[in-house]
């Protein structure tokens, strides 16, 4: 759980760069914990979500059907981490008045407004952003923000069998400890290297900007805490 002021330092090192196009929205508190025994991608109600934010023009859709397409794409392996998840094309509203701008991506587990509640209609949504869709980095960006999700819902109370005093996430958070990244970021970018099935140049944000690199011992660690957490 993230107290105030972790959050605070969280969201500053989140936000530090004005070039950041790949955010989650952090969590304050736990949030549910959805059941793995029945791996699905839900289409969101865009009808809904149109009247939810409406005031801040956030859902664009215009690409729904691309990034819904997408969606379908994403491992298997990565699936338990998505139960209810749904995918909204478009600018998350909480993010884009965090950014300034329309994050690329966004997971969002507790659905968090720009005027900084939560607890609204898009909580456990995905948000990939018409940009992304046109400039064809949508698979890559989706598989960042299931990096997130896989962390959050997955990675905290799993354990390696060596390990059990230090929690999964922890211990690959600690794999991407950085002067001056957010090792969440950089972490939720080894899922683009790690479970990437495209040939093309990877979208890979954080690692560009840091030029960063993960090692095949480290991918080769998030793939088996996948596995080991997914069961
Ligand atoms: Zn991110």
Redesign the pocket.
């Known amino acids: 759980m993230f107290t105030a002021p972790k959050l605070l330092a969280l969201l500053t090192s989140l936000f530090a760069t004005v070039l950041l196009t790949?955010?989650?929205v952090a969590p304050r508190g736990e949030a549910d914990t959805p059941s793995i025994d029945s791996p699905s991608v839900d289409k969101v109600d865009l009808r809904l979500l149109h009247e939810a934010v409406s005031g801040h023009q956030v859902v664009d859709g215009q690409y729904q059907e691309d990034v819904l397409e997408v969606a379908s794409t994403i491992p298997a392996s990565l699936q338990p981490a998505l139960k209810g998840t749904k995918f909204v094309n478009g600018c998350h509203p909480w993010a884009t008045k965090e950014l300034g701008s329309c994050a690329f991506?966004t997971?969002d587990p507790e659905g968090w407004d720009s005027d900084d509640t939560h607890g609204h209609e898009w909580t456990n949504t995905i948000w990939v952003s018409s940009q992304a869709v046109r400039t064809g980095k949508a698979s890559d960006v989706v598989l960042?923000?299931v990096g997130?999700a896989v962390v959050h819902n997955l990675f905290d109370d799993c354990y390696f069998p060596q390990q059990a005093e230090v929690s999964v996430k922890e211990l690959l958070l600690q794999s991407f400890a950085h002067g001056g990244a957010n090792p969440?970021?950089l972490l939720?970018d080894a899922f683009v290297v790690a479970f990437s099935t495209h040939s093309d140049d990877l979208h890979t944000h954080y690692f560009d900007d840091f030029n960063f690199q993960a090692s095949k011992e480290v991918l080769l660690k998030l793939r088996a805490a996948v596995w080991l957490c997914s069961k």
């Open positions: 790949l955010v989650i991506g997971y960042h923000e997130h969440a970021e939720a």
